[in-house]
């Protein structure tokens, strides 16, 4: 096995094999919170231990581990040369892995669930920051990593163009350091000297603020990847072209540039910001819908190209003739479904106005479960499908399988979410243990809720085929197996414009951006009359501490 697959391959493990686990943390999850009688059910700690793990794997495990596999793996192969580098990747790795282990073992020993966004003035165990600091820290190895590959290139390559999803996934490596510097700087100034017991009271706000600059900027940072597959691997796989290979890259720029200074839109019922700077948050969050937009575009009219060139006729008979039995073409339409019906979400949850109808409900969780567990997720098991021959050089068992298996996901996060965002209007809160539902108003709720747990089996049921299908292609015969191709432009760039080949003028746009719209927030923090409380410790019994009592 070529040596960059063995990272490759390493990173997804991690991603994959935690990520069954946490998928049956989630089913139990929303089995504990129906009407129905569940296991642990009177042990409402056990529930936010578990909401905790779930949401740190999936959100901070999952998504680092595949990124970074994805990233090596596309290094590897769209510039064509071993990656440089590979040591300290592999440092890096085992960094994030004893971060995550760190993390995983304090929330197990019920001493932290604070839950993935850990908003102070909740406090927990010191390990699980630190646990959680080592793993976001330690991937900022892979952001060195792929901008030293994306350099190194284009130092011996002088004047090409750099292959779209080298650029795509360096962007995405950029977009990671500015996200993941909010919650850093929160960790190391706020959280975990608190948790030591290094000061006294906790900085509530700013530290909510402080997260809010990670808070929208990561959700993108989870759906680079997938928009990567969406532009370099789909067309190839539907086989026909890209529309555009300008279109892809200036998707990328945008998401660069817009995604972080809007992040404010998850703090409009929080009072320690203005409603001035929630505007102009609210208003930069229309400019994120942007690129998703060029993107539902560009997919589209690839794979209308591909259809056409197969024999599609008329205005939509090119849908038919597409490959519906490969497993990016399946993941692709399906994942546009649920992007179309989140995306649709995601627009009342930025409107100034709307937001407060649905703030802390089910929507929400309805919301980024639908986006991200569906459209994003999907494309990850479609991404592993089409790398695991060639990192592992055994062809896929099998491909009707793995559609099978994809459909499930699709079907179960559908019968998830759909009843979630209903009851979320009803004005369910999120993120609670345990609902009487002996309530009328409550009990009306009943039926949507029982249906979502079938929706969180359904789900379950997938995860196990994802690994099914992985590790009986892992363990299957040896065979010639095509090396990876990335899709090809209808008008394959000769030259491209520096702007759309480097980063250096979009991070110095970005960090104007974010002085307009986060330098008086954070700043009023250092001169304004603090406001620092008590913070509240979570053990597994929830005993008030010392400041409480
Ligand atoms: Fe979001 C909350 C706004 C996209 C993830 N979001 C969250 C949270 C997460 C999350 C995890 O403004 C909760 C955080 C927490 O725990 O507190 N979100 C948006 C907006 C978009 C958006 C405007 N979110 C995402 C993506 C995520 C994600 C992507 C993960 C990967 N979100 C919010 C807001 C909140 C929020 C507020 C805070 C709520 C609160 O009060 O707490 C946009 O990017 C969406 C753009 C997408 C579109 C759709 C375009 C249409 C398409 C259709 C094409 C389809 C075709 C096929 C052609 C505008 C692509 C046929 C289609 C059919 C439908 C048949
Ligand atoms: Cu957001």
């Given amino acids: 096995m070529h040596k960059s697959s063995r990272l490759a391959l390493y990173h997804f493990w991690v991603a994959f094999g935690l990520f069954a686990p946490a998928a049956l943390l989630g089913a139990w999850q929303m089995w504990t919170r129906s009407p129905l009688p569940a296991p642990l059910h009177d042990h409402p700690n056990a529930y936010y231990a578990s909401v905790t793990l779930h949401g740190t794997i999936m959100a901070y495990v999952l998504t680092t581990f595949f990124a970074m596999g994805f990233g090596y793996a596309i290094a590897a192969t769209s510039l064509g040369r071993p990656i440089r580098g590979e040591k300290a990747a592999w440092i890096g790795f085992a960094i994030c892995l004893a971060g995550t282990l760190m993390a995983a073992a304090s929330v197990v020993s019920g001493k932290a669930s604070v839950l993935y966004t850990f908003y102070p003035p909740l406090l927990a165990s010191p390990w699980y920051y630190v646990g959680a600091f080592l793993l976001i820290g330690g991937s900022m190895i892979w952001v060195v990593l792929m901008s030293i590959n994306m350099r190194a290139w284009k130092r011996d390559n002088p004047g090409q163009p750099l292959p779209l999803a080298m650029f795509a996934i360096t962007a995405t490596a950029?977009?990671?350091?500015?996200?993941?510097?909010?919650?850093?700087?929160?960790?190391?100034?706020?959280?975990?000297?608190?948790?030591?017991?290094?000061?006294?009271?906790?900085?509530?706000?700013?530290?909510?603020?402080?997260?809010?600059?990670?808070?929208?900027?990561?959700?993108?940072?989870?759906?680079?990847?997938?928009?990567?597959a969406f532009y370099t691997l789909v067309p190839q796989a539907a086989g026909g072209r890209?529309?555009?290979?300008?279109?892809?890259?200036?998707?990328?720029?945008?998401?660069?540039?817009?995604?972080?200074?809007?992040?404010?839109?998850?703090?409009?019922?929080?009072?320690e910001h203005g409603s001035g700077f929630k505007f102009v948050?609210?208003?930069?969050?229309?400019?994120?819908?942007?690129?998703?937009?060029?993107?539902?575009?560009?997919v589209s009219a690839s794979l209308e190209i591909a259809g056409r060139h197969r024999g599609g006729r008329g205005r939509l008979g090119w849908i038919r003739t597409l490959p519906w039995n490969k497993p990016m073409v399946l993941?692709?339409?399906?994942?546009?479904?649920?992007?179309?019906?989140?995306?649709?979400?995601?627009?009342?949850?930025?409107?100034?106005?709307?937001?407060?109808?649905?703030?802390?409900?089910?929507?929400?969780?309805?919301?980024?479960?639908?986006?991200?567990?569906?459209?994003?997720?999907?494309?990850?098991?479609?991404?592993?499908?089409?790398?695991?021959?060639?990192?592992?050089?055994?062809?896929?068992r099998s491909e009707r399988l793995a559609c099978c298996q994809l459909w499930l996901w699709c079907i179960?996060?559908?019968?998830?979410?759909?009843?979630?965002?209903?009851?979320?209007?009803?004005?369910?809160?999120?993120?609670?243990?345990?609902?009487?539902?002996?309530i009328p108003t409550v009990a009306r709720m009943g039926p949507l809720v029982i249906a979502s747990v079938i929706g969180g089996f359904?789900?379950?049921?997938?995860?196990?085929?994802?690994?099914?299908?992985?590790?009986?292609?892992?363990?299957?015969?040896?065979?010639?197996?095509?090396?990876?191709?990335?899709?090809l432009a209808v008008n394959p760039p000769r030259h491209v414009p520096v702007a759309l080949n480097s980063f250096g003028v979009w991070n110095a746009i970005l960090l104007a951006l974010m002085i307009a719209a986060y330098g008086y927030p954070i700043g009023q923090f250092f001169f304004l009359k603090p406001h620092k409380v008590p913070a509240i410790e979570v053990t597994s019994q929830s005993i008030p501490t010392q400041e409480m009592r």
Avoid at 281 to 298: E, I, K, Y
């Fill in 458 to 487: 359904v789900l379950l049921l997938s995860a196990l085929l994802l690994l099914v299908v992985l590790i009986r292609s892992q363990f299957g015969e040896r065979a010639v197996v095509e090396p990876m191709r990335y899709a």
């Fill in 281 to 298: 948050q609210s208003f930069l969050t229309f400019l994120v819908a942007l690129p998703t937009l060029v993107t539902a575009f560009s």
């Fill in 412 to 438: 179960g996060i559908l019968i998830v979410t759909i009843p979630w965002h209903i009851t979320g209007l009803m004005g369910q809160p999120r993120r609670v243990a345990i609902f009487d539902y002996h």
């Fill in 174 to 228: 950029y977009l990671w350091a500015w996200a993941a510097s909010g919650v850093l700087l929160e960790l190391i100034c706020i959280l975990i000297p608190r948790a030591f017991g290094w000061t006294d009271l906790i900085d509530a706000a700013l530290g909510r603020t402080l997260f809010s600059v990670t808070l929208h900027a990561i959700v993108y940072f989870w759906l680079m990847p997938a928009y990567i």
């Fill in 242 to 271: 890209l529309y555009s290979d300008t279109m892809g890259r200036l998707t990328f720029i945008m998401f660069l540039v817009f995604s972080v200074p809007v992040g404010m839109h998850h703090l409009f019922a929080d009072p």
């Fill in 331 to 396: 993941a692709v339409g399906l994942s546009l479904i649920m992007l179309g019906l989140g995306g649709f979400g995601g627009i009342i949850n930025m409107s100034y106005a709307m937001n407060a109808m649905i703030h802390n409900t089910s929507w929400v969780t309805a919301h980024f479960h639908l986006i991200f567990g569906g459209t994003v997720v999907i494309m990850y098991f479609a991404i592993a499908y089409e790398m695991w021959p060639r990192i592992t050089g055994k062809p896929l």
